[in-house]
């Protein structure tokens, strides 16, 4: 019985300890930015944002950043290059109830903090276009993002490190208005974020692997 208790629990926190169900981003080294062609698109701060959400044996927390400015370029629907900055120190936790802002407010303190996003040192996170393509799913190239009409490439910097990720995404143009979302997972000690990454920490341990969301409406200059 006690050996059928510790299976059960193993299982248990192995299950809490897995990042959201979404498509792995793809990551290499940074690559050359080309200048994109075509209209400029502004991205609209105030109705875009980047989600996230970290996972722990005992759960899970969901937050948001906001951006601080942006622009793509487009050419005959295409995206064809732009970058968005990531203000960092915008970072909130949005599943605590605010009426517990003591536990808010440490969550909050600590991923800003030297160990995680060191938001003092490193204000702004950037992401750089690098390549988009059309992308049609088909056997062996599926994909777990519903509708997903791009693939999309591009230099996320944050803390100074720069990788290149490649992720799909649903890419909308209505009206002179473009509408893009991406839902993917990254590991976040490729960007130095090393702390409690380590399985041998157990119930400490934080998950390397977190859960990203884009969000962003951009309209035409």
């Known amino acids: 019985m006690r050996y059928i208790l510790s299976i059960m629990?193993?299982?248990?926190?192995?299950?809490?300890?897995?990042?959201?169900?979404?498509?792995?981003?793809?990551?290499?080294?940074?690559?050359?930015?080309k200048e994109g062609e075509g209209s400029p698109y502004r991205v609209d701060t105030a109705n875009s944002e980047l989600r996230w959400i970290g996972t722990k044996p005992t759960g899970k927390h969901t937050g948001r950043f906001e951006l601080q400015e942006g622009k793509l370029l487009v050419k005959d629907s295409l995206v064809t290059g732009g970058n968005i900055i990531i203000r960092m120190n915008s970072l909130e936790n949005i599943d605590l109830s605010k009426s517990d802002t003591t536990l808010k407010r440490k969550l909050e303190d600590e991923l800003k903090g030297p160990l995680f996003f060191d938001v003092a040192q490193y204000p702004t996170a950037s992401f750089e276009i690098t390549n988009v393509t059309d992308f049609v799913p088909s056997v062996g190239n599926e994909v777990l993002m519903k509708n997903a009409n791009y693939m999309v490439?591009?230099?996320?910097?944050?803390?100074?490190?720069?990788?290149?990720?490649?992720?799909?995404?649903?890419?909308?143009?209505?009206?002179?208005?473009?509408?893009?979302?991406?839902?993917?997972?990254?590991?976040?000690?490729?960007?130095?974020?090393?702390?409690?990454?380590?399985?041998?920490?157990?119930?400490?341990?934080?998950?390397?692997?977190?859960?990203?969301?884009?969000r962003v409406t951009a309209s035409r200059k």
């Open 9 to 33: 629990l193993i299982a248990l926190l192995a299950a809490c300890e897995q990042a959201p169900k979404a498509d792995k981003a793809t990551i290499t080294e940074a690559h050359p930015v």
């Open 153 to 214: 490439q591009g230099n996320l910097t944050i803390k100074n490190i720069t990788k290149n990720v490649s992720f799909p995404a649903i890419i909308r143009f209505d009206e002179g208005t473009l509408t893009a979302m991406a839902n993917f997972n990254i590991d976040r000690t490729l960007w130095g974020m090393t702390y409690r990454a380590d399985k041998s920490m157990q119930d400490k341990l934080i998950n390397s692997v977190v859960n990203l969301e884009f």
